[in-house]
């Protein structure tokens, strides 16, 4: 943009040199001399401008004001003129000034200049006085005059529209380079979610067997060890993805039915070993009006906002108390107000501190990090979904007493009649044990994994590595889940549901299938649905979510005839 602003202001200053001599010769030849200093002036005002607006680019504005402004008295000088009054020159001039003013010094002062300019229309109207200081050209003089005006004022748009339609294309260019970029992250962090998610599945799993079958107490301490560490790695994969979908907008918020008090209680229990395994105390409080309250909101980002709050809570608290409150602030028949808190006894923070912690990847200093880890993404995290709730977090915190992190949420009241009744978990049922299973899983860790989980079950299956191996043995057998791996080689998980769906026998069309994925991607959850998988279960997984569904499924096969 300066570059054409010079590029102008260098056009119409040189303009003005021409049109100088133009003055000055007919100065000259016409009148005997009469006006030749005016023009004179002219040509060397000109010139030096040309010299400093070439040279001084930091004072352009300045520069284009004063243009603006000299331009506009001409306009005035000649529309009072006896001799020339408000000719094309003048209204030359005044799109000079409109050009000028717009594009070089902005809208506010593009309106200004302009409705000045345009004035003059009316004033030398309304106005009688005249003046007769200027001699209007002879035509062959004015035609070159006024040809030069416009020579200018097409150059000029030639000028910005060049500007416009560049900045246009460099627009559609990063927008798109920008799509691009955000593509290329997301299926960046997809593959290195499946890379980080499948060999975290085996590792917790076969961490959860061995802990099962220790006897010995230290070995069963660094299981315990090796299985926080495992969640928090998982916990970091997860931070990241959902900060990714988060600044995608892919992340919505859902609204189910589940009970507040069960839910705090349950994500209290599964934060109490970290708390405990520093010395320190976890609490939770609940008002016992809200034991039995069943809303409509997301308990999954609820739990997800809670635990984050917690897990910070337990980082920076050394010695003390985690507390975690919910209490009631209003209800009507239909609808209640809650209030959240998590305190600690931790080491607090300053007011500058407090500022800059909910930013994503900061924490509140670099010393922090330094000596308690992790990426700061899950204050951040907090912070956005807390305001795709309507709500946002409130703060108080003093340096080494501690700090009180809250937040109200608004929640739809269910009534009894909405309610869904819940299900608990009973022992597995023998016709668990007789279901026909096919897993199909191309790492062997997850394939070891999978085998010792399947024998503590006492479930026999078969195993495919990758999608024509399932479909080559669903061919010569009758299976009623098929366990399948979405990401394998040579025919994935999506392409294999594809295939089974089209075949003919409707035995072996219908099977259901169960999706075992590292990716949580919408992308491939949609695909995934839309090729016919049944249900999803990311890995790493809880056994009890797998089992419970195998139980379920046994229930519905359980009637059919090769079980009776």
Not at 15 to 33: H, Q
Not at 406 to 433: D, G, R
Request: with cysteine; glycine share 6%.
């Amino acid at each position: 943009m300066e570059i054409a602003l010079i590029k102008l202001f260098t056009l119409m200053l040189s303009a003005n040199v021409l049109k100088g001599l133009i003055y000055l010769y007919d100065s000259w030849v016409r009148l005997d001399g009469e006006g030749t200093g005016r023009s004179i002036r002219l040509i060397i005002t000109s010139a030096i401008l040309i010299i400093v607006i070439r040279n001084f680019h930091r004072h352009l504005r300045i520069f284009v004001h004063y243009a603006v402004i000299t331009t506009i008295l001409h306009i005035y000088y000649r529309a009072f003129n006896q001799d020339v009054g408000m000719d094309v020159v003048a209204i030359q001039a005044i799109f000079m000034v409109i050009i000028s003013s717009f594009y070089a010094i902005g809208r506010k002062w593009g309106t200004f200049y302009s409705g000045i300019a345009v004035i003059c229309f009316i004033a030398v109207e309304i106005i009688p006085f005249r003046v007769h200081v200027l001699q209007a050209l002879p035509s062959n003089l004015n035609n070159i005059y006024i040809l030069i005006n416009w020579i200018v004022i097409i150059l000029s748009h030639h000028y910005f529209h060049k500007i416009l339609f560049d900045s246009l294309n460099n627009s559609q260019e990063m927008t798109m380079q920008n799509i691009f970029l955000a593509e290329s992250r997301s299926k960046f962090l997809a593959t290195i979610s499946h890379e980080i998610r499948t060999p975290l599945n085996s590792l917790i799993g076969i961490s959860n067997l061995l802990k099962i079958d220790q006897n010995d107490k230290n070995q069963s301490e660094l299981l315990k060890t090796l299985q926080i560490s495992s969640k928090t790695l998982l916990s970091l994969i997860n931070n990241v993805l959902d900060l990714n979908k988060l600044e995608a907008g892919q992340v919505q918020i859902e609204q189910t039915n589940f009970r507040i008090a069960p839910l705090i209680q349950q994500i209290t229990s599964q934060m109490r070993y970290k708390a405990n395994s520093k010395g320190i105390s976890m609490q939770a409080s609940i008002q016992p009006q809200l034991d039995n309250l069943t809303v409509k909101g997301d308990p999954t980002r609820l739990t997800q906002i809670v635990t984050n709050l917690l897990d910070n809570a337990i980082k920076f608290t050394h010695k003390g108390n985690v507390t975690i409150s919910v209490c009631e602030i209003e209800r009507s028949s239909y609808y209640v107000l809650l209030d959240f808190e998590i305190s600690d006894s931790g080491i607090g923070m300053t007011q500058q501190q407090q500022q800059t912690i909910f930013n994503p990847f900061e924490q509140a200093d670099a010393s922090v990090n330094r000596k308690y880890g992790g990426t700061g993404l899950g204050l951040s995290i907090v912070d956005q979904l807390l305001k795709m709730m309507n709500s946002q977090i409130f703060v108080s915190s003093k340096l080494g007493e501690g700090t009180r992190m809250s937040f109200k949420l608004p929640f739809a009241i269910v009534s009894e009649a909405e309610e869904i009744p819940v299900i608990e978990s009973h022992p597995i049922n023998v016709e668990v044990q007789q279901l026909k299973i096919l897993l199909a899983e191309d790492n062997d860790l997850n394939i070891f994994y999978m085998k010792h989980l399947f024998a503590q079950w006492e479930i026999s299956a078969d195993i495919a590595a990758n999608g024509m191996e399932v479909i080559s043995l669903i061919k010569g057998n009758d299976y009623d889940v098929i366990l399948m791996d979405i990401s394998m080689p040579i025919m994935n998980g999506i392409e294999t549901a594809i295939e089974i769906r089209k075949m003919d026998d409707i035995n072996k069309s219908n099977v259901f299938i169960i999706a075992l994925t590292a990716s949580n991607s919408p992308d491939i959850i949609h695909q995934a649905m839309g090729a016919g998988i049944n249900e999803l279960i990311t890995k790493p997984f809880e056994p009890n979510i797998l089992i419970n569904k195998l139980g379920e499924l046994s229930g519905i096969f359980g009637s059919k005839s090769k079980f009776n």
